[in-house]
């Protein structure tokens, strides 16, 4: 299975033998990355390969879907952003792209925490020099503009104060075996409860048993690490694919709004990341979104849904927000 995230030992052995320095390394990942991506209308593959500020190597691929408007397709400079938020990465310090960025995603980028820093090298030949991403858009708008410094950023911890009325809480179960204690059991809950907080609890999900309330739940954690400071309609998506799988992955806004990535791609990242194949592996999807909205999801996920996995069930559920009173 291909790896989307070198994790920083690996990354320094294949770094050692290549002889390369860190930046010609990671250069060199670009092409072999790009042939990983899934472009059917475009025939133009794109790979995008960053570096953490925690040592890790995250890739991203950029994803077509057929049938659907182009709006709905992934660059690859945001599979690879939504890959470094589902992993817990909390900077980005330097990305090399097959292609130039278009101007989409030089957009897009500016929602990292001094992103016009982030070194960044275009590998296809024709200007090899790394250049700040300011030099790409030097007269940018972004979060700076319509939000304090203090605020935190796409990759920075957040939570949406979503909450669960106590009924949905109350139907939360596992499938468990009778050998199970009490005390195991509540562990096992408490454990839960926390990781309704973190983006990572489909990842959590994917190592334990789980009813399709949990599946709900992935889609909440997801919907409360989601970055929409702009519309402050946050949204998550929990895949489950015919094996069992859990992936979830959270809606991402960007200052000048059109350049967003929906929930369901982001989850269809974490499927592709977690090495899911064609899409009618996907048994059932999950929107969860904030009551009352005014941006939503549900609609075009369920659109996106039919033409991408036609045999998958839809499901979406509104929650409320805490009142900060």
Not at 12 to 34: I, N, Q
Not at 232 to 240: D, E, F, H, I, Q
Request: hydrophobic share 45%; charged share 20%.
């Amino acid at each position: 299975m291909q790896e989307f995230v070198i994790d920083v030992a690996k990354a320094g052995k294949l770094r050692h033998a290549s002889r390369l320095g860190v930046e010609p390394f990671l250069a060199s990942l670009a092409k072999p990355t790009a042939d990983l991506a899934r472009a059917p209308i475009s025939k133009f593959q794109v790979g995008a390969v960053g570096l953490g500020v925690s040592g890790r190597i995250f890739l991203g691929v950029n994803l077509e879907f057929p049938k659907l408007p182009l709006n709905h397709s992934v660059h690859a400079e945001q599979f690879l952003v939504a890959n470094a938020l589902q992993h817990g990465e909390k900077r980005l310090v330097f990305i090399a792209v097959s292609a130039a960025p278009c101007g989409h995603c030089r957009q897009f980028l500016q929602e990292l925490r001094d992103a016009g820093d982030i070194r960044l090298l275009i590998t296809d030949g024709k200007d090899p020099q790394v250049r700040p991403l300011s030099y790409f858009l030097p007269h940018r708008f972004g979060p700076d503009d319509l939000m304090s410094r203090n605020f935190p950023l796409l990759l920075e911890s957040r939570s949406n104060d979503l909450i669960l009325v106590n009924s949905a809480m109350s139907e939360i179960n596992f499938d468990i075996s009778r050998e199970e204690t009490n005390e195991d059991l509540a562990e096992k809950d408490s454990k839960k409860r926390d990781l309704l907080k973190e983006a990572s609890f489909g990842a959590w999900l994917r190592d334990n048993k789980h009813s399709l309330v949990d599946l709900k739940l992935a889609a909440f954690a997801a919907a409360n690490a989601s970055y929409a400071p702009y519309s402050r309609c946050p949204s998550g998506a929990s895949l489950v694919t015919r094996k069992g799988q859990v992936y979830s992955g959270s809606y991402i806004e960007s200052a000048a709004y059109n350049p967003g990535l929906p929930a369901l791609q982001a989850a269809i990242v974490a499927f592709i990341c977690g090495g899911g194949g064609a899409y009618d592996e996907i048994d059932t999807v999950i929107i969860v979104e904030r009551k009352g909205a005014l941006v939503r999801h549900a609609p075009t996920a369920r659109l996106a849904l039919q033409s991408i996995a036609p045999q998958a069930a839809f499901h979406h559920f509104e929650v409320d927000v805490q009142s900060r009173e």
